[in-house]
């Protein structure tokens, strides 16, 4: 085994953001190991991914108890790479990691009990082969556990050293609201909030990224890409062999309307004028809005990641160029 040794210039060229009203600072893209990352992938295509995206000042990187698939071999796969090659860096990584929807049968493998939530995170550290994850989230909202319940988990899971901050996911704007206000009376501030955001999905903008300006809570943003939807892949209206879209089971191939082929074609027209690849118009739109505190990236191979961190170079968009793009968001799909 080749020893990995870290790029001294990882820190050149990555900006980072302050996450809210904390302490941390996330990088500008973050890596999350959703697909890819499996059992069933490739394990040195993951961990060539994972090393080039901490040598380009990636330090953030993002998992979940049912990443895989199968559920639990993402964890499994990182907790590989940390121990073959980022062992001496764990002190530079923030590692995130989640639970919230079905991981094993039963009653309490699933939703916001603080016994899932317990127990799912002594899992997953396990898996990872670390002591502590640096930031652990509720991935979903539980319509029948009391809020209070969930939240004094992620409370009591931050006083008992398994993770040092505490984040949820897929919270609507009010029940961010709660969340946030019973975190903060406990005494462990919600740091983080992760949502799907994109330019073909805006749901954030009806009242969530208010509530996380106002609260001090960063935003890091899901399917940035829209799940290969925005970037060059599917632009012909075609659906290439080995895409996220040929497996059709999180990106289904109908949802490539010609009316959506046009409305990607005049988007890419923009970031071409621009000297730009769409998906990195797509990232630099993101960061656009401060309530961003990063933007959380996919990648099936090194050079499509390479590709997406050139978004943190050239200058971002100017205000003629946000209108042309909203122009084009309206069209129908
Ligand atoms: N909290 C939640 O509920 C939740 C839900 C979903 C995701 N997440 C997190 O967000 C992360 C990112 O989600 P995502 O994977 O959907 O993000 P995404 O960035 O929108 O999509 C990533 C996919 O797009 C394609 N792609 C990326 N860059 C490309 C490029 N330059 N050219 C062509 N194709 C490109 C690749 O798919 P192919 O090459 O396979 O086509 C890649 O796997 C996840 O890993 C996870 O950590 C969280």
Redesign the pocket.
């Known amino acids: 085994m080749t020893v990995y040794s870290a790029q001294e210039s990882r820190y050149n060229e990555m900006k980072y953001r302050r996450c809210g009203r904390s302490g941390i600072k996330l990088p500008e893209i973050s890596?999350?190991?959703?697909?890819?990352f499996g059992g069933v992938d490739t394990y040195d295509n993951g961990e060539s991914i994972i090393l080039r995206a901490f040598d380009r000042g990636v330090t953030h990187f993002?998992?979940?108890n049912n990443?895989g698939p199968p559920p639990g071999s993402a964890e499994t796969t990182f907790g590989r790479v940390m121990e073959r090659h980022l062992r001496p860096y764990r002190d530079e990584i923030i590692v995130s990691t989640?639970a919230g929807y079905g991981m094993w049968s039963g009653p309490y493998g699933d939703w916001g009990s603080r016994k899932y939530l317990v127990s799912s995170l002594d899992q997953s550290l396990k898996r990872m082969g670390l002591e502590y994850v640096d930031i652990f989230?509720h991935?979903?909202p539980d319509p029948e556990t009391p809020l209070e319940e969930t939240m004094g988990a992620l409370d009591h899971i931050v006083r008992s050293g398994r993770a040092l901050y505490a984040g949820i996911?897929?919270y609507g704007a009010e029940d961010t609201k709660k969340a946030v206000r019973i975190l903060r009376e406990l005494g462990t501030p919600c740091l983080i909030h992760?949502?799907?955001y994109?330019m073909l999905a805006r749901e954030p903008e009806k009242g969530l990224l208010d509530v996380l300006g106002t609260e001090g809570v960063g935003g890091i943003w899901?399917?940035?890409?829209?799940?290969?939807l925005?970037?060059?892949?599917y632009l012909d209206g075609s659906v290439?062999e080995?895409?996220?879209?040929s497996?059709g089971v999180?990106l289904k191939s109908d949802r490539l309307t010609p009316a959506l082929i046009a409305k990607l074609n005049a988007l890419n027209a923009v970031a071409a004028e621009r000297g730009e690849?769409l998906?990195r118009l797509a990232i630099k739109w993101l960061l656009r809005d401060s309530r961003t505190a990063s933007v959380?990236?996919?990648?099936?191979?090194v050079?499509?990641?390479d590709?997406?961190l050139l978004a943190l170079d050239g200058p971002p968009l100017q205000a003629g160029e946000l209108d042309r793009i909203e122009g084009i968001l309206r069209m129908p799909e």
């Open positions: 890596l999350g190991l959703w697909h890819n993002d998992l979940a990443y989640k989230y991935h979903r996911s897929n992760q949502a799907r994109s899901f399917s940035p890409l829209a799940q290969g925005l970037t060059g892949r290439p080995g895409s996220r879209a497996r999180f690849t998906a959380l990236l996919g990648a099936s191979s050079a499509q990641l590709e997406n």
